[in-house]
């Protein structure tokens, strides 16, 4: 299964009732295409970066969803395009880098367990080396 983020900026002229029927509406479109939600995080009224169609704020909204294929994105996509109120939207596959640092991980622990192995087996030697080397004949 592939986990894509999709964040949108609603125009702040929205009441919070429009912003949960629109809410609403993309999540029936993305569970219809088969797509799973797995979160949708809210993050309120923000400040723009930059004007958009002259509004300087806008309300985000971060949707996390897996899905086989990309149908049920392409169809959130297309319905942002048509969709007034959406300002913008941002779509990106995260599933390749949660399998990249789960990786990344793994690779510094198996480095961890040799170099505390190479540590240990540095002492032994030593405490060997002492134990040896103390007649002097």
Same mark, same amino acid.
């Given at each position: 299964?592939?986990?894509?983020?999709?964040?949108?900026?609603?125009?702040?002229?929205?009441?919070?009732?429009?912003?949960?029927?629109?809410?609403?509406?993309?999540?029936?479109?993305?569970?219809?295409?088969?797509?799973?939600?797995?979160?949708?995080?809210?993050?309120?009224?923000?400040?723009?970066?930059?004007?958009?169609?002259?509004?300087?704020?806008?309300?985000?909204?971060? /949707?996390?969803?897996?899905?086989?294929?990309?149908?049920?994105?392409?169809?959130?996509?297309?319905?942002?395009?048509?969709?007034?109120?959406?300002?913008?939207?941002?779509?990106?596959?995260?599933?390749?880098? /949660?399998?990249?640092?789960?990786?990344?991980?793994?690779?510094?622990?198996?480095?961890?367990?040799?170099?505390?192995?190479?540590?240990?087996?540095?002492?032994?030697?030593?405490?060997?080396?002492?134990?040896?080397?103390?007649?002097?004949?």
């Amino acid at each position: 299964m592939r986990r894509y983020e999709v964040v949108f900026v609603f125009a702040p002229t929205l009441s919070d009732d429009e912003v949960e029927q629109a809410m609403e509406n993309f999540n029936k479109a993305a569970e219809e295409k088969g797509a799973q939600i797995i979160n949708v995080d809210e993050w309120g009224k923000r400040r723009l970066a930059y004007p958009i169609k002259k509004h300087t704020e806008g309300i985000y909204t971060v /949707l996390t969803l897996e899905e086989p294929a990309a149908e049920a994105v392409n169809e959130l996509e297309r319905r942002f395009k048509v969709t007034d109120s959406v300002m913008r939207f941002l779509s990106v596959r995260i599933d390749l880098d /949660l399998k990249r640092a789960e990786k990344l991980k793994s690779h510094r622990e198996k480095k961890k367990k040799r170099t505390t192995g190479a540590r240990q087996g540095n002492e032994k030697k030593k405490e060997m080396a002492g134990v040896q080397g103390t007649g002097y004949g």
